[in-house]
């Protein structure tokens, strides 16, 4: 039997046994991966629960299923990662974002600075966090992290005060000022867009707390430095075991 078909459903009541599923998320269960009455589905509401529900009727713009069972969701990261990201150009931040979560980061924010390039705007903040929703499911977590978007790197940088590490992907240093290998607790990553960093925006980080890293002598490209410094993160705070 296969895997049960994963959606995220809005204002889910915790104790309620029969649910409808609305909205894009019916649109796709219907007319995309064509789920019939019968068949069992996983409803996640995004508190981390993930309840087992039978499909009981199918209808044009929503579907009824029957809560049989309620379990906490155990693919969830234990550790914190915030990954902040310079806006890409194209589809490159919709990368970062799906690979980011594939790795167990928790929230993500997007910002603009002195030499990015790239724009934002509501729809393109709303497809970010379809893509965090679709890759959530596809790796079976529960939660999607949620993305927001700054328009400056400060205020960025400023939204991650609380994190304990916290740590700033830089292509101009010769060395890490920290071991990202020894780190623990809640852990915040910084990287740069295309055009990466000035080194007046490296000191404003260095006044608010945040530690350069070194991904070596070659300089990556900007996504794949965030899937790196995610990775890294994810593999020091026991996430990749
Ligand atoms: N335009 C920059 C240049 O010509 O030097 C390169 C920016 S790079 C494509 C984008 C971002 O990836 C950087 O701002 C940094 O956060 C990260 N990055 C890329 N290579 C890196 C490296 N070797 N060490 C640390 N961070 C790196």
Redesign the pocket.
Known sequence: MSTPRRFFIENLDPVATEVRLEGEEFIHAKTVLRVEAGSEIVLLDGSGKEYSAIVSRIEKHCLSAHIIGVTEGDKEPKAQIYLLCGALKGDKTELVVQKATELGVTEIGIFSSE?CSAYMNENKLERLNKVAREAAKQCLRSRAPKVAFFADLNSALKSACSYKNKLF?????KNSTTDMRAINGPTALV???????SHKEFEEAEKLGFYG??????????ET?AVVMCALAAQALGELE
Do not use: M, N, P, Q
């Open positions: 030499y992907a830089c292509e101009f240093l990287v740069g867009s295309e055009g990466g960093f890293v070194t991904l070596g002598k070659r300089i990556l490209r900007a430095a």
